[in-house]
């Protein structure tokens, strides 16, 4: 069984910066992040391919990067210059060819 095990969630003040971890038990061709808040819907906010593209949600792009160490199958996402309005539960996310799996979320809050 798949399993994507993500970690570095927490409470931060505003400008702060957090790095969330997610270790995956298999390889995967793209892994990435998205992030739900109350009363919204899940929302990409970046993944990286393994031939390294990336891409970004317009809102966090130039304050979150995204990297992947292949040899751990392990993704990252470093979050800097946080604002309030990225408070929500993130969720790795890992696509193989034919199969995408989730984690089960961490909470970032940030605080004002």
């Known amino acids: 069984q798949v399993h994507l095990v993500e970690s570095g969630g927490g409470l931060v003040q505003a400008g702060g910066s957090l790095t969330l971890s997610c270790l995956a038990s298999?390889?995967?061709?793209?892994m990435g992040w998205y992030r739900q808040s109350p009363g919204k819907q899940r929302e990409l906010v970046a993944f990286?391919?393994?031939?390294?593209?990336?891409k970004y949600a317009d809102s966090v792009k130039g304050r979150f990067t995204i990297s992947k160490d292949h040899a751990k199958n392990t993704v990252y996402l470093q979050m800097n210059s946080l604002k309030p309005e990225d408070t929500a539960v993130y969720y790795c996310?890992?696509?193989?060819?034919?199969?995408?799996?989730w984690g089960q979320g961490t909470q970032v809050t940030v605080s004002s």
């Open positions: 990286i391919r393994d031939i390294g593209y990336t």
């Open positions: 996310h890992g696509r193989q060819t034919y199969t995408e799996f």
């Open positions: 298999e390889s995967m061709f793209t």
